[in-house]
């Protein structure tokens, strides 16, 4: 079984596909890496955040397809490479809790945030990963 570094709750996937409908374009997030929001998962419509080589691929979340929308129902997500040296040994979950969402991520208007849970890999993860880095 393939060691993935990034997951979802079932609650922020209902979200992420109430987001998508409501917008009607395929999602993708950002961990952001403090300042202003805090280090949060912002999300964006894909196209309005422009990744770069910069940012590593942490995986995609799988909520399912939306007719017309998005074909393949796939949700990337990145973080800056500076910030994946910190963050490159925690499998990271994207969940929703009840708030105002950060500044720049669509969900703020819908009062519920996007957060991260995190839990360090354990060695035979670490190992695994090892042999497969992020890019």
């Known amino acids: 079984m393939r060691v993935e570094r ?3 709750t079932p609650g922020a996937a209902d979200l992420l596909r109430s987001l998508r409908a409501d917008h009607a374009k395929p999602l993708m997030f950002h961990q952001s890496g ?3 929001d805090g280090s949060a998962p912002m999300c964006f419509t894909q196209g309005t955040y422009l990744v770069s080589p910069a940012d590593v691929h942490l995986g995609d979340l799988d909520i399912g ?5 998005d074909d393949t129902g796939v949700v990337p ?3 800056s490479r500076e910030q994946f040296r910190y963050w490159s040994h925690t499998h990271i979950t994207i969940d929703v809790v009840p708030g105002r969402g950060a500044g720049f991520s669509i969900e703020g208007p819908t009062g ?3 957060i991260i ?3 360090i890999f354990t060695d035979a993860e ?3 990963l090892a042999t497969e880095p992020a890019g």
């Open 6 to 8: 990034v997951a979802i």
């Open 34 to 36: 403090g300042c202003c």
């Open 65 to 69: 397809p939306l007719d017309d929308v």
């Open 77 to 79: 997500v990145y973080i």
């Open 112 to 114: 519920h945030r996007f």
């Open 117 to 119: 849970r995190s839990r």
């Open 126 to 128: 670490a190992d695994e």
